[in-house]
């Protein structure tokens, strides 16, 4: 199934389900990564219709990009996904430093291009803040490559709401990328109230926080990625967290569905979260997500939903 839906108020149009890439090449940060898998994984996202593919500079490094330019190549279907990729990440003497001068954000984009195999990036984000720059003036650095064509869409990422007024000063951003998901709503509070106010898109990354809500473990399961260290994982807590992913396993049995496509759902009710982008090691994972979108829930549902992973 595929709905297409558009992007906050830009001109670029998706599957509500689309891909997050940093399991495609992100050897930094997963384990035993195959490249070849990564191919068919992108090779299954098109065959799906699953348009829109989640990139950044920092997933390999650069290596993500490198594999998606490649196949979009090979199989000559760049002008069927729109493609979002990241920049903020500078390494200084073995040391990562975030960096939005406009310089080097115009430097990100040309590299970008290189590595994607592409004369235009369809949405560009900032993906951390740095401590120095202004943020609008970031901003406006995007919007002079926005309309020299090089970008089509200025996307933010990691900014926290004040950073975010200021980036959006001129009214420039087109999306906001930050963490959001069942157990981490603090979101709600700030962020999601603003983009809907202001027509900027919100995408959440780690929606099934990272697999969390994927149904998948128990009090057994052992972690060497980056999960390892995330509180979500560790003691009493990740206890906590399994109970509530069997609450919802309830609905999902309800609805015939899996732990996954209910949450996932779940977000597509959210004001301004037009998108999701879940991340696939697999290629049966891209089809699974997809299911998401047969999930049918009632106001009943959503609102049971909220109180199962109620702040």
């Known amino acids: 199934m595929s709905k297409q839906t558009r992007i906050g108020k830009t001109d670029l149009y998706v599957n509500q389900i689309g891909l997050g890439t940093n399991a495609i090449g992100g050897h930094n940060l997963f384990p035993n990564l195959n490249e070849d898998t990564g191919r068919k994984v992108l090779r299954t996202a098109l065959e799906e219709g699953i348009n829109f593919w989640d990139t950044a500079y920092i997933y390999g490094p650069e290596r993500s990009e490198e594999i998606i330019g490649e196949v979009l190549k090979d199989t000559g279907k760049r002008k069927d996904v729109v493609l979002a990729t990241k920049a903020a990440h500078k390494f200084v003497d073995g040391n990562v430093v975030f960096d939005n001068s406009p310089a080097f954000l115009r430097e990100s984009v040309e590299s970008s291009l290189k590595r994607l195999q592409t004369d235009y990036i369809d949405l560009f984000y900032i993906h951390f803040p740095d401590e120095a720059t202004p943020k609008d003036e970031a901003v406006g650095a995007l919007k002079e490559l926005k309309d020299a064509g090089k970008i089509k869409a200025i996307g933010v990422s990691n900014f926290t709401f004040e950073q975010l007024k200021e980036a959006n000063k001129d009214g420039y951003v087109d999306v906001l990328q930050s963490e959001y998901n069942l157990f981490k709503r603090e979101a709600e509070h700030d962020l999601l109230p603003y983009t809907a106010e202001n027509q900027i898109s919100f995408i959440p990354y780690f929606p099934l926080a990272s ?38 396993r309830v609905i999902a049995n309800r ?37 998401a979108l047969d999930v049918d829930l009632t106001m009943d549902d959503i609102a049971e939903i909220s109180a199962i992973f109620a702040q």
Do not use: C, M
């Open 255 to 291: 609805k015939h569905a899996e732990v996954a496509d209910i949450a996932l759902a779940w977000y597509l009710t959210r004001h301004s979260i037009d998108v999701l982008i879940p991340g696939a090691k697999k290629p049966e994972q891209v089809t699974r997500n997809l299911k």
């Open 211 to 248: 697999g969390l809500l994927g149904g998948k473990y128990n009090e057994n399961s052992k972690f060497d990625d980056i999960r390892a260290k995330d509180p979500l994982f560790q003691g009493q807590a990740y206890s906590s967290n399994l109970q509530k992913v069997e609450e919802l």
